[in-house]
Structure formats: structure tokens, C-alpha cells
């Protein structure tokens, strides 16, 4: 049996003026699924990128709900669903459906979450932060006294690489909004300005970055490569569409991916490239978001946020997505936390 939810919705593939949120029927759950109700969901450029219809492999963005992840209480469980009792907490990393009151899942892709845990921290770590610990802790290979240069420092993932590096040990430089400066300082980091490039400059006086991350693709993972040390470095791509991230027009990123993927393979070159990504189908996800929320629950991360909206706002947060200061995670608030 259905019932009538709030959801967000895009009418169509385009601008923040194609977001509306909208009351509509919503089903039962299948055998196979859990209906969650959502308390937070999580808010990034994979949102904007489905919007414009440019995601990778992702439904038509007509009738799309976005919402890359979500924490929420198991409502209702689908008739061959007994793993999580209703009123359990779980997180989900969904793609899609989770700015609206309601979501089916499939029960496999549920993760359970810690009662006590900041919820809204909760909900960043299961997109954001997973990224940044594989691109950190699997992905590169860092040593205490290392240089480590992270595009995006005041971004979720970018803070949160940040984060890691300094963990382990790295000295780490990178770019972010001179507006956010003095607090990615504050963190540790030593920023630079994107725009007038003084960092290409300054890092190689340094002597290079032994690591790169860079979420900026096309001609952004050019320059990154030419800051690497020249005894060897490692340049690790990931994420988005700067264009497309700026307002610009978007750009297919499969050309891009397949040069940098090249640039590692030259016979006798010192440096390595890596295109990295997560999947909750890789067997590596559930383990390290585990991991996570038990760092999150000992107190041994915390996790900023930017910008947090309602679910009612999230066409205003189309609209605004990179305006404002401040460091961290984007995300939705959609209901208060009332355990059943």
C-alpha cells in the first residue's frame, strides 16, 4: 500500500530552475527492500552533475530525486527483510532518492550506524569521507614527512583528505577559496589560491608533492602531474567536472580518465596515476564506513559542516551550491530524529 510523501524531484535535465520538491505517492516496500524513513541525507557534485544529465551511467534526470546517501530508521521491512528491526539506524549510499521523506532499499546496501553518533556527520562519512579514506589510506601510499598537495581543501572530501594525510604524518599544501583560508590553516594545511597558479610555482621549489588529489579533471590533472617530485610522485584523480562544478558547460570526463590513466603506464616513468572511486558494491565500502563511524563515535574526527538545509530548501540549495564560506559537508536535513 502507498502513502503520500515530500520528495524532491527534477522535471527535467537543466538548471537549479528545474528542482522543485513535490508531494506524491509513494509505494511499499518489494520483498527484497527496506523502506527508511530519512533523517539526513547528503548533499555533493554528483547531485549537480545528475541535475545536468551528465553523471555517469545515471537515470534520466526527468523525474529524478536526487540524494547521493541518506541516514534514516528502518520503517517498514519488505517481506523477505528481517535484518534490521524497525527503528534501527542505517546508512545507505543510495545515488539517488534520498532528499524525500521515504526510501526503498535494498536490505544488503543498508549499513547500521551508531546510536549517539552526530547524525549529520553521520550522513557526510558515507559518500565524502569513505572517498577520502580509500584515496588515503588504500589508494596512496603516504609516509610520515611527505608532501602532499589535495585541490579542494575546504570541500567535504578535500577537508576530509586533509584530515587523513595529517594522521599519517604528510605535510599537506593545496587550493581552496582564499575566503577559506584561515581555516584550512587552522586544520594544518598550507593553501594556495587555484586561479593564479602561484602553487605550481611553489611546489616545485619545494621539491614537488610526493601525492596529488585532484577532483578537477581535464587540463587541472595536466598541471597536477607537472608539480609531482621528480624522483616520484603519485597523481590520484577522482570526483567531478570542474566546468560543470562552476557553472560552466560539462564535459565528458572517459577521454580525460583514459590520459590519465596513460600518463602512469610510460615505460621507465617514476610517477604512478590513479583513477579512484567507490562503489557500495566494492567489498572495501562497508568495512571503512564501519571504520569511520567508530572514529566518529570515539571522537577521533569530526566532521565540518558547511551548509546544512531543509528538505524544503533544496531548491534554494541548487541554486546557492557554491556560495557562502566555510569548510566541510553540504547536507539535508529532511526529518528530526523520533526513534520508533
Avoid at 551508531?114 to 569513505?130: C, F, H, I, N, S
Avoid at 605535510?171 to 581555516?183: I, L, P, Q, W
Wanted: charged share 20%.
Amino acid at each position: 500500500m502507498s502513502t503520500t510523501i515530500r520528495k524532491a524531484v527534477f522535471s527535467r535535465a537543466g538548471g537549479p530552475e528545474v528542482v522543485s520538491v513535490v508531494t506524491a505517492e509513494y509505494p511499499a516496500p518489494a520483498a527484497n527492500e527496506v523502506q527508511v524513513k530519512v533523517l539526513y541525507a547528503g548533499m555533493g557534485g554528483g547531485d549537480i552533475a545528475m541535475r545536468q544529465g551528465v553523471y555517469p551511467q545515471q537515470k534520466s534526470a526527468q523525474g529524478l530525486t536526487p540524494g547521493y546517501s541518506l541516514v534514516g530508521r528502518v520503517h517498514k521491512n519488505g517481506a523477505n527483510c528481517s535484518k534490521f528491526q524497525p527503528g534501527t539506524l542505517v546508512a545507505s549510499l543510495t545515488m539517488y532518492d534520498s532528499d524525500a521523506e521515504l526510501s526503498n532499499l535494498a536490505e544488503k546496501y543498508l549499513i547500521p550506524v551508531p546510536e549517539g553518533v552526530d547524525l549529520k556527520q553521520a550522513v557526510a562519512m558515507v559518500t565524502d569521507w569513505t572517498t577520502a579514506y580509500g584515496m588515503a589510506y588504500r589508494a596512496a601510499s603516504i609516509k610520515t614527512g611527505q608532501r602532499v598537495f589535495i585541490h579542494g581543501l575546504s570541500g567535504s572530501v578535500g577537508y576530509a583528505l586533509l584530515v587523513f594525510c595529517k594522521m599519517q604524518g604528510a605535510e599537506v599544501y593545496g587550493t581552496a577559496s582564499e575566503k577559506n583560508h584561515a581555516a584550512v590553516r587552522e586544520a594544518g594545511a598550507s593553501p594556495f589560491t587555484y586561479t593564479n597558479k602561484d602553487w605550481m610555482k611553489a611546489m616545485k621549489n619545494l621539491g614537488g608533492a610526493h601525492v596529488v588529489f585532484d577532483p578537477l579533471g581535464f587540463e587541472s590533472w595536466d598541471e597536477s602531474w607537472k608539480i609531482l617530485a621528480p624522483e616520484g610522485g603519485h597523481l590520484i584523480g577522482f570526483g567531478g567536472n570542474y566546468n560543470m562544478l562552476n557553472g560552466g558547460q560539462p564535459r565528458s570526463q572517459i577521454p580525460q580518465v583514459a590520459k590519465l590513466i596513460a600518463k602512469g603506464l610510460i615505460p621507465f616513468c617514476p610517477h604512478k596515476t590513479t583513477f579512484f572511486f567507490i562503489s557500495k558494491d566494492q567489498k572495501t565500502y562497508e568495512p571503512e564506513l564501519k571504520t569511520l563511524f567508530g572514529m566518529l563515535q570515539k571522537g577521533q574526527v569530526t566532521v565540518p559542516i558547511r551548509k546544512m538545509w531543509t528538505l524544503e530548501e533544496v531548491p534554494e540549495a541548487h541554486r546557492t551550491w557554491n556560495q557562502g564560506a566555510g569548510v566541510g559537508a553540504v547536507v539535508v536535513k529532511v526529518a528530526n530524529d523520533e526513534k520508533v
